[in-house]
C-alpha cells in the first residue's frame, strides 16, 4: 500500500482557555480529512514562549502570530524559541506597525478624546518599526513580508464590537452606550 506520511503539530499557549478552544477548533476543522494521504497528530500543551518545556532542537518550525509583544521578555522568549528548533528550523512571527487600524483609532478618538484602544503600544516592544532587529539578535536569515490588505466595513455592530474587545480603557466610556 501507499506509505502515509505523518505530521505533527503541537499547539501550545499560557492559556489552559485557549487550549481548550484549539482543540475544538481543530476536531471541527479535521473531520473531513478522512482518505487524506497524509495523518496529523495534533498536541495540545500548557507552556509560555519564555520557558516552552520543549527538548533542544525538536522543531522544524515555530509559528508566533501576534505572540511576541505579549511576552514579559521578548529577548528571552526569542532565546528559547531558538534554543528549541532544529538547525535550518523556521520561526514565522506576525505583528503590526504604529499604523495598524489607525483609521478605528481616529474615529474612537473623535467621538471621545479620552478613550485609547490599547493600554500599552504593543508595536514599541515588537512590531514591524523594530522587529527585524530584535530578531537578528538570535536568527541569522531574518525576511519581512508585508501583508498589505484592506477591510470594507459596511455595518456598524462588527466595528463597534472589534471597539469593545480591545486592550484599553473604551469599556469605560462606551460600554454603557452600546451594551444590549
Excluded at 505533527?8 to 482543540?23: F, K, N, P, Y
Excluded at 476536531?27 to 527538548?55: L, N, P, Q, Y
Aim: with cysteine.
Amino acid at each position: 500500500g501507499k506509505r502515509r506520511k505523518i505530521t505533527s503539530i503541537e499547539l501550545t499557549d499560557i492559556s489552559e482557555g485557549m487550549i481548550s478552544d484549539a482543540r475544538r477548533n481543530v476536531k471541527a476543522a479535521t473531520e473531513s480529512w478522512s482518505g487524506r494521504d497524509i495523518d496529523v497528530i495534533f498536541k495540545f500543551r500548557k507552556a509560555s514562549c519564555e520557558k516552552t518545556g520543549a527538548k533542544d532542537e525538536s522543531y522544524d518550525l515555530v509559528i508566533a502570530n501576534h505572540v511576541l509583544f505579549y511576552c514579559k521578555n521578548v529577548d528571552k522568549a526569542l532565546k528559547e524559541i531558538a534554543r528549541v528548533l532544529k538547525p535550518g528550523g523556521v520561526l514565522v512571527c506576525g505583528t503590526y506597525g504604529s499604523k495598524h487600524m489607525q483609521e478605528i483609532s481616529k474615529l474612537v478618538s473623535a467621538y471621545d478624546k479620552r478613550i485609547a484602544l490599547e493600554s500599552e503600544k504593543l508595536f514599541e516592544k515588537f512590531g514591524l518599526d523594530n522587529g527585524k532587529q530584535i530578531l537578528e539578535k538570535h536568527f541569522s536569515n531574518v525576511e519581512r513580508r508585508d501583508y498589505e490588505d484592506a477591510l470594507i466595513v459596511s455595518e456598524a455592530e462588527p466595528l463597534v464590537d472589534y471597539i469593545l474587545s480591545c486592550h484599553g480603557n473604551q469599556k469605560e466610556y462606551l460600554v454603557d452606550k452600546f451594551s444590549d
